[in-house]
């Protein structure tokens, strides 16, 4: 349903040949936009169930940021004769790497559980986790030990 503000309508004319108003006219030759932008964002949607308002706006804010940067991206990669990526697999590599820097954070947590880490694990390219694996390297610990005399743990240091 469309709500018209006939106080935008100047003359409120009436077309003769349909018998529409002027304003009904301009709307329907210019809506075709909005409703290819409706389709593109209800056919692939990142959207979940939730009973929070907030959430709800949330996901058709990020519906609208996918469908958006697909046209423009689109746009750029046709401008240069390439061939773009379908919309499923734009909205995978999108998606993953506007959170990679994130996954990456998540798996410097010494406590994060073990199939959080796999999963994360699973879904960073190769590469980021060997060069996150090569900063995370530590220098060994150092060498403690018990002496035979003492109950207390003591570092391995010679005396002389």
Not at 23 to 49: A, L
Not at 121 to 148: C, G, H, V, Y
């Amino acid at each position: 349903m469309v709500y018209m503000l006939p106080s935008c309508d100047e003359g409120a004319v009436i077309n003769s040949t349909t018998g529409k108003p002027e304003m009904i006219i301009f709307y329907n030759q210019t809506k075709g936009g909005v409703d290819t932008f409706d389709q593109m964002c209800s056919s692939m949607s990142c959207s979940r169930k939730t009973n929070r308002w907030p959430m709800t706006m949330f996901y058709g804010m990020l519906n609208i940021a996918f469908v958006n940067s697909y046209v423009i991206y689109t746009y750029n990669v046709l401008t240069k004769g390439e061939k773009p990526l379908n919309r499923r697999e734009y909205m995978k590599k999108l998606s993953t790497e506007l959170t990679a820097a994130w996954m990456e954070t998540r798996l410097e947590i010494p406590t994060l559980p073990r199939r959080s880490r796999e999963s994360i694990e699973n879904i960073l390219p190769q590469t980021n986790r060997e060069m996150s694996e090569e900063a995370d390297e530590e220098p060994p610990a150092k060498i403690r030990r018990r002496n035979e005399d003492e109950k207390n743990v003591q570092d391995d240091v010679h005396k002389t």
